[in-house]
């Protein structure tokens, strides 16, 4: 297999960093996301807003599952521009100017808290199990020590935004 160009590294970025900035939210949380290849990671950086019970003190269990969902959404998102980038149906000038497909729409959205988020930073990633035309189904975990220790997961449904032609 062979290494990417520099170019096409960096169509990814601009494709990933449109992505994340098409929800305000995310800015608002200071949810930020690296990527290695094709896959992503969403970092929520501590900060004392987050916490809903101060007593513990606990993450907010709302931002929790905003966190659950925006992981599952961006991933469902990158996973498709990820197939349209390497495969050359979405070159650097779409990428470049914006002109990239809109994000899916959540339908149902399942929560599993599993422990108590502490006060820390949270890492989340979400795999996508299924993604047709009209629907998608996304299942995303979050962790803060280690992946094999999530303390919430979470199950996402989506319709898929129309596509022409």
């Not at 970025?13 to 900035?21: E, I, P, S, T």
């Not at 950086?45 to 513990?56: D, E, K």
């Not at 197939?83 to 994000?103: C, K, M, N, Q, W």
């Amino acid at each position: 297999m062979s290494r990417p160009s520099d170019a096409a590294i960096t169509d990814r970025d601009h494709a990933l960093n449109w992505l994340v900035g098409a929800v305000p939210y995310i800015r608002f949380l200071g949810i930020r996301f690296d990527r290695e290849g094709d896959q992503i990671t969403a970092h929520l950086p501590f900060q004392p807003m987050l916490i809903g019970n101060p007593m513990l003190p606990a993450l907010h269990g709302g931002v929790t599952a905003a966190f659950l969902e925006v992981a599952a959404i961006i991933e469902l998102g990158w996973s498709s521009l990820w197939e349209d980038l390497s495969a050359g149906r979405l070159g650097p000038e779409a990428v470049a100017a914006g002109h990239l497909p809109p994000l899916p729409k959540t339908i149902d959205f399942t929560v599993d808290y599993l422990r108590a988020g502490q006060a820390r930073d949270c890492f989340a990633r979400a795999r996508v199990n299924r993604s047709g035309r009209r629907y998608a189904s996304v299942h995303a975990e979050a962790w803060q020590e280690s992946p094999d220790k999530p303390f919430a997961s979470a199950v996402v449904h989506f319709l898929m935004p129309e596509t022409e032609g």
